[in-house]
């Protein structure tokens, strides 16, 4: 049998991605983060991404990039200046698109000052490193077993079935679609996801309209998976307005 190829330049690491890593301030050793959307079209590469820091609006913002990616699956990207900060990122792509190797990101102007962020050594043996990786869709199901439509209540199950946008909006964001069902409760049994409810980089927000009429508002944050590796999604803090239940949840969803 011959083995398939790898897969076609126009879909190497097209996706959603997280990137994590830390930068040197003095003394310190800091975490950065920022995510989003990345397309590749044969070699040229764009999308939108959204930055941790408060110099770009804590996530807030869009951080429009642009880049290229070489013979050697060599990325290098680069952002339009938000505020005056320009941030740059350099790495290896894996053959399989869903990950990136020695990577370095810096950003430079603003209130940022000029930070680079890689490998940095950390005393014998150990060094922190920027971690980039494509997050698998969150299309499917996801249940969890603890789940309170009030702060400190009684907790029962909570299910989704969730269906991801295969391409990101123009903010660089994955519209979430589906529905959530819960068992036992008597605030509600069922709900669907309204507009406003996406996922981006590690970050987003889920809208449910509930069948008593509430709202159910909570952020999403998904725990490091990996490449190739399904994500946790918590979806926390959160609230309910409206209906029989009102104020802050509790919610987790795995």
């Known amino acids: 049998m011959i083995p398939a190829g790898p897969p076609p330049a126009s879909t190497l690491g097209t996706g959603n991605w997280i990137i994590s890593g830390y930068y040197q301030s003095g003394a310190s050793i800091l975490p950065y983060s920022f995510g989003g959307s990345l397309v590749n079209d044969g070699g040229q590469v764009s999308g939108v991404f959204h930055v941790s820091s408060s110099c770009f609006g804590n996530g807030?913002?869009?951080?429009?990039?642009?880049?290229?990616?070489?013979?050697?699956n060599t990325l290098y990207l680069m952002s339009?200046?938000?505020?005056?900060?320009?941030?740059?990122?350099?790495?290896?792509?894996?053959?399989?698109?869903?990950?990136?190797s020695d990577g370095i990101f810096k950003v430079t102007g603003g209130c940022s000052g000029s930070i680079v962020g890689g490998t940095i050594a950390d005393g014998p043996g150990a060094s922190f490193e920027t971690v980039a990786y494509r997050v698998p869709s969150l299309t499917g199901s996801w249940t969890s077993s603890s789940w309170s439509p009030v702060a400190g209540g009684d907790e029962f199950?909570?299910?989704?079935?969730?269906?991801?946008?295969?391409?990101?909006?123009?903010?660089?964001?994955?519209?979430?679609?589906g529905t959530a069902t819960v068992t036992g409760s008597n605030c509600f049994t069922q709900g669907t996801l309204e507009d406003g409810s996406f996922v981006?980089?590690?970050i987003g927000r889920e809208i449910i309209r509930m069948?008593?009429?509430?709202?159910?508002e909570a952020a999403v944050t998904l725990d490091d998976g990996g490449a190739n590796t399904?994500?946790?999604?918590?979806?926390?803090?959160?609230?309910?307005?409206g209906g029989n239940c009102n104020g802050p949840i509790e919610v987790g969803l795995w």
């Open 60 to 72: 807030a913002t869009d951080v429009p990039y642009t880049g290229t990616l070489d013979s050697k």
């Open 80 to 100: 339009s200046p938000v505020d005056g900060q320009v941030l740059t990122l350099l790495g290896t792509l894996s053959a399989d698109g869903s990950s990136i």
């Open 157 to 177: 199950p909570l299910s989704e079935q969730l269906t991801q946008a295969a391409a990101a909006d123009a903010h660089g964001d994955y519209v979430l679609t």
């Open 200 to 202: 981006s980089g590690g």
């Open 211 to 216: 069948n008593d009429g509430s709202t159910v």
């Open 230 to 241: 399904r994500p946790r999604l918590l979806l926390n803090p959160g609230s309910v307005s």
